[in-house]
């Protein structure tokens, strides 16, 4: 696979991502703590059957840091439709993980014209209950101060941690770990907080705007033992949407990571179905 290193000059923030493969376009959105190489195990794959446009979102991955960015699902959404203005994409399928399926489901939402197709990993949802002490915890002073120290923790507790997104700790790999610590910095976090403080009030505005997506080509997968955004939120969200939903037993909240081959193999062939 030939996969190359680009950047964008979105807004005046300079954007990473990598490019492969030919025919119509797949822009993937990675999840909260996270960048482009998440997708590692999936692209050389989707590569065959799409032009994989693979981002590190604002202030994560290779893309340029910036204080005080709007960290809102809306001002996300409208970043990513500013990026695909920028490489030339009029219309693309959108590929996306948790936090970065809500910023796929809010794309579609707001520039229903750039969207064709939705493939969605157990997208961050209105109905989903899990987390919502976490979250309420870092909106905290206490919170505040714990995320700040992240970055310089032991590579021992991210090792701990990101297994626990696996529903079969022994499928995680350092190469994966990698591409959710890679690049994480102080920037990261001050934005990642400012996406918390916005959590509950972007859900609501993505909650009023789901009807807009009824009807539209979305393929969900989930994993049967997701801790983070948990598979009931998603049964929710697929009888909203008359979406189409995949369930691997067994597996976690990175189902493309821990089951690549399965999930290739679904996303390949729904993207080639009319």
């Not at 693309?92 to 014209?113: C, F, N, V």
Request: hydrophobic share 45%; net charge positive.
């Amino acid at each position: 696979m030939y996969l190359q290193d680009e950047t964008a000059l979105v807004d005046g923030v300079r954007v990473h991502y990598t490019l492969s493969g030919s025919g119509p376009a797949l822009v993937m959105l990675h999840g909260l703590v996270g960048s482009a190489r998440n997708w590692d195990m999936n692209v050389e794959s989707l590569s065959r059957v799409r032009t994989v446009y693979a981002l590190d979102l604002a202030n994560m991955g290779e893309s340029e840091r910036v204080l005080d960015l709007d960290p809102s699902l809306a001002a996300s959404a409208d970043r990513i439709a500013a990026f695909m203005e920028t490489v030339g994409l009029g219309r693309a399928d959108i590929a996306g993980h948790s936090h970065g399926g809500a910023i796929a489901m809010m794309l579609a939402a707001r520039h229903p014209e750039r969207v064709g197709k939705l493939v969605l990993f157990a997208p961050a949802n209105p109905y989903c209950e899990e987390g919502r002490r976490l979250i309420a915890f870092y909106n905290s002073r206490a919170g505040g101060v714990l995320a700040r120290l992240i970055p310089s923790m032991p590579r021992l507790v991210h090792d701990v941690a990101h297994k626990r997104m696996y529903g079969n700790p022994r499928r995680a790999t350092d190469a994966a770990l990698e591409g959710y610590t890679r690049g994480l910095n102080g920037e990261s976090i001050l934005h990642i907080l400012g996406i918390m403080r916005h959590w509950w009030a972007d859900m609501a505005v993505l909650r009023s705007r789901l009807v807009e997506l009824v009807g539209r080509p979305v393929l969900l997968i989930w994993g049967e033992r997701d801790l983070a955004v948990g598979l009931k939120s998603g049964r929710r969200l697929a009888e909203k949407l008359g979406a189409r939903l995949v369930v691997l037993p067994g597996v976690g909240h990175l189902p493309f990571a821990e089951m690549p081959e399965a999930c290739n193999a679904e996303v390949g062939a729904w993207l080639l179905a009319r």
